[in-house]
């Protein structure tokens, strides 16, 4: 078996999920300078387009080329816009199993965007891929994330304590860290039901 991803982009009747671009930057720098994007990920802040162009260029591809995961710029299916990014990362070839991270734009949440393209990646981890698991890891405090872990079907498996740094507000308008647990939450090929299929393009 092969120890790195193919270079694929995959599709829902919403979505499709596909390299990142250079078109991609200026709204990938918007949504990365999102408060919820600094507090719960360790994204650079200010994030700046620099650090978008690099993403692009360098790191997302270097994931999937170096065999440590695959990075999906997630965009709407009419309007080519950008919704946001899951990432599967820690690869373990011999395990057969990935974690996934999902970030999404701002004026995108509450469509169910997170869920869906969460849930096409696992179809095609599973599925095409033939991994036996998928690992969510949520902050104790980012009830957004644990709603979609519930919502594609991940059983929750304990605590990591003290385990992330997240970033709050402080009172002059700056950031600073906070310590704070990890939820792990896990997905198996027989926790996804049968219907809802996937395509990959």
């Known amino acids: 078996m092969s120890s790195t991803f193919p270079d694929v982009s995959l599709s ?3 979505l499709v999920l596909r390299p990142f671009d250079e078109e991609d930057v200026p709204a990938l720098t918007e949504m990365m300078n999102d408060e919820a994007v600094t507090a719960w990920t360790q994204v ?3 994030y700046t387009r620099d ?3 690099d993403w692009v260029r360098r790191v997302a591809p270097a994931e999937r080329t170096g ?3 695959i990075v999906f710029a997630v965009s709407e299916f009419l309007t080519q816009r950008l919704v946001g990014i899951v990432h599967l ?3 373990d070839w011999r395990t057969l199993a990935s974690e996934v991270r ?7 949440r509450g469509e169910g965007y997170a869920a869906e393209s969460v849930l096409v990646v696992a179809r095609w981890l599973f599925d095409v891929q033939k991994f036996e ?3 969510l890891r949520t902050a104790a405090d980012n009830t957004a994330a644990q709603q979609v ?3 594609v079907g991940g059983i929750s498996e304990g605590v990591l304590r003290n385990a992330w740094i997240a970033r709050t507000r402080t009172e002059d308008g700056g950031w600073t860290d906070i310590r704070t647990d990890l939820i792990v939450w896990s997905l198996l090929p027989e926790d996804l039901d049968a219907d809802g299929g996937s395509s990959v393009l």
Not at 102 to 108: K, Q
Request: no cysteine; hydrophobic share 30%.
């Open 44 to 46: 650079p802040h200010p």
């Open 149 to 151: 872990a519930q919502k």
């Open 67 to 69: 065999g440590r995961g």
């Open 89 to 91: 990362r820690r690869t």
């Open 12 to 14: 829902t009747d919403r």
């Open 51 to 53: 650090d978008a162009r």
């Open 133 to 135: 698991r998928l690992e």
């Open 102 to 108: 999902f970030i999404v734009a701002p004026w995108a």
